[in-house]
């Protein structure tokens, strides 16, 4: 990170455009090299969701990311972007920059679909690549503990040439959104159909038993999904079911990506993989149970959870692809106990892993993750053949990963407990880990379950 250009504050009474034109010609590269210039302030009385319907109504890209701390970004706009195959195959550009005021923020943000195989054109994700980087224009950046909202603007000064023009661009972009939010809330609920009935559910999932049973296979996830309708005259409303996410879910990495107007939202417990320098960290994260009234059930649950043989089995083959993958991209890989991690509604069996690597290595070390048996099944190649040839739902973006890059820090975390809005239709999806000793009636409840982590947060209104 180059800090060619002091850090001026930005007011009125200094003359903001000025002050930016200084900048922009100061910062300006003489040998045509592609420099981008980031400049950040605070700007109070922002809010996550307002930010959020903005981007909604004026059909603005945005990626949100907010973690259990509190903490979190907003990733408004497209300044450079690029698509793929998958997500090992992205190549974000990542210029010389040049950084002034408060900065901060993601540099790139990067997602993709469960699969690689295109989205069927006429289903809910046909808007959707396969996979996708993108260098946001402006970034709000979250603060929990000071409660500051900084929000960073970015222009290309290469491309733009003219300061004056770059200045401009820049000024804006600090200043959006200023307008209130466009939406107002109703009291209707939508209504929800299984995408695919009961029995059919349990029939398939029958048949991964019996496959898993002969040994052509180890485990497969089964996804299904529950289609939202909203009643006439209201729309399903992102800001407002983001919020709610955030307020049901304070223990998960909650999500929003805002595409051509429409959104995928979810609470997710599940991170892919974290970079801070060389260290690389993920987990495994498979075996389900709910959690109990009481301390005294829930405590009970755990246990019996912990010493399933049928959930460990399920957990270990997560662990030693996730294991296998990682020893491909990375040195020194570690495995460190299991243990149960509770959320709100359910509870996992869960094993931290580290690996050794560099920050240029990190889409390629998610490209070897994703999917992992934990969303998957395992063998990869055998399990995803599975899918492709049994599975009816399109995932698109369920089972994705989704996250962001910024100098020799990453993190990626996995699109579950999710939905996608359109504007009078959503879909909240969810899936569960078959092996040989799967009981159909006890996953389909399971899934229920995880389906209620988005669907009860869905929320409704009306543009003004």
């Not at 800090?3 to 007011?11: D, G, T």
């Amino acid at each position: 990170m180059l800090n060619a250009a002091p850090p001026f504050p930005i007011s009125h009474h200094q003359g903001p455009a000025s002050i930016l034109q200084r900048l922009c010609a100061q910062s300006a590269p003489g040998d045509h090299s592609v420099t981008r210039l980031r400049y950040g302030l605070v700007r109070p009385r922002l809010s996550p969701s307002r930010v959020l319907d903005r981007a909604q109504a004026e059909r603005r890209a945005a990626y949100a990311l907010f973690g259990p701390d509190g903490q979190g970004f907003i990733a408004c706009g497209v300044l450079d972007e690029g698509r793929g195959v998958d997500l090992g195959a992205l190549a974000p550009r990542r210029p010389r920059r040049v950084d002034a005021g408060l900065a901060r923020g993601p540099e790139v943000v990067f997602g993709g679909a469960f699969s690689t195989t295109a989205p069927d054109a006429q289903g809910p994700w046909a808007r959707w690549p396969v996979a996708l980087w993108r260098a946001p224009e402006t970034v709000f950046s979250f603060c929990s503990h000071d409660r500051k909202q900084v929000v960073t603007g970015s222009v290309d000064l290469t491309a733009t040439g003219d300061p004056r023009v770059a200045a401009q661009r820049l000024y804006d972009r600090l200043n959006w959104p200023q307008r209130p939010s466009p939406w107002s809330g109703v009291a209707q609920r939508p209504s929800a159909i299984a995408e695919e009935p009961r029995a059919r559910w349990c029939q398939r999932v029958q048949r991964i038993r019996a496959a898993c049973g002969d040994a052509r296979l180890h485990k497969v996830v089964a996804a299904r999904a529950l289609r939202h309708e909203a009643p006439p005259g209201a729309s399903f409303w992102v800001g407002a079911t983001f919020d709610a996410l955030r307020r049901a879910h304070p223990e998960a990495t909650v999500f929003a990506v805002v595409h051509e107007g429409q959104a995928m939202v979810g609470a997710t417990p599940e991170r892919l993989a974290s970079l801070r320098g060389r260290a690389l960290s993920t987990h495994a994260l498979a075996g389900t149970a709910p959690r109990g009234v009481d301390a005294h059930q829930d405590r009970a649950l755990g246990e019996a959870l912990l010493g399933s043989a049928k959930d460990r089995h399920e957990h270990q083959i997560v662990v030693d692809a996730i294991a296998a993958a990682l020893s491909e991209v990375g040195q020194d890989v570690r495995c460190g106990p299991i243990s149960v991690r509770r959320l709100s509604g359910l509870q996992h069996l869960e094993t931290p892993l580290t690996a050794q690597m560099g920050p240029e290595g990190f889409l390629g070390a998610v490209g070897h993750l994703h999917p992992t048996p934990a969303v998957g099944g395992a063998p990869r190649a055998a399990a995803l053949a599975w899918l492709r040839q049994t599975e009816p739902l399109d995932r698109g973006w369920y089972g994705g990963p989704i996250g962001w890059l910024e100098d020799d820090r990453a993190e990626c975390v996995v699109a579950i407990r999710s939905a996608l809005l359109h504007r009078r239709q959503a879909w909240t999806f969810a899936g569960a880990g078959i092996v040989a000793e799967s009981d159909p009636v006890a996953e389909w409840a399971e899934t229920t379950l995880k389906l209620q982590t988005a669907g009860d947060a869905l929320r409704l209104g009306r543009l003004r």
